[in-house]
């Protein structure tokens, strides 16, 4: 498991199943095209909380198109 990460969502592959939403409703939410985006207050936030990560990498490995991306800083 990786120890620092980065979430990026690419849109144009996002097709708005709100999974990772599901997973991590303090994280991401809706945009107004109805695709996930990372909340602004967490845009560019290196995730260092393991719990968290697990979270995260749930959420990457549920999304069905890849659209969720996971930066591995370390
Ligand atoms: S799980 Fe993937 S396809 Fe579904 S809303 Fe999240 S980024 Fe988009």
């Known amino acids: 498991m990786p120890k620092k990460i980065k979430i990026k969502i ?3 592959a ?3 199943c ?3 939403i599901s997973i991590l ?3 991401i939410e809706f945009d107004s095209n109805s695709q996930a985006e990372v909340k602004l207050e967490h845009k560019e936030k290196i995730i260092d909380d393991p719990q968290l990560i697990e979270q995260v990498m749930l959420a990457k ?3 069905p198109t890849e659209a969720f991306i996971v930066e591995i800083i370390e």
Do not use: A, L, V
């Open 18 to 20: 709100g999974t990772c």
């Open 10 to 12: 690419n849109k144009e």
């Open 14 to 16: 996002c097709n708005g």
């Open 61 to 63: 490995e549920s999304c």
């Open 25 to 27: 409703p303090d994280i």
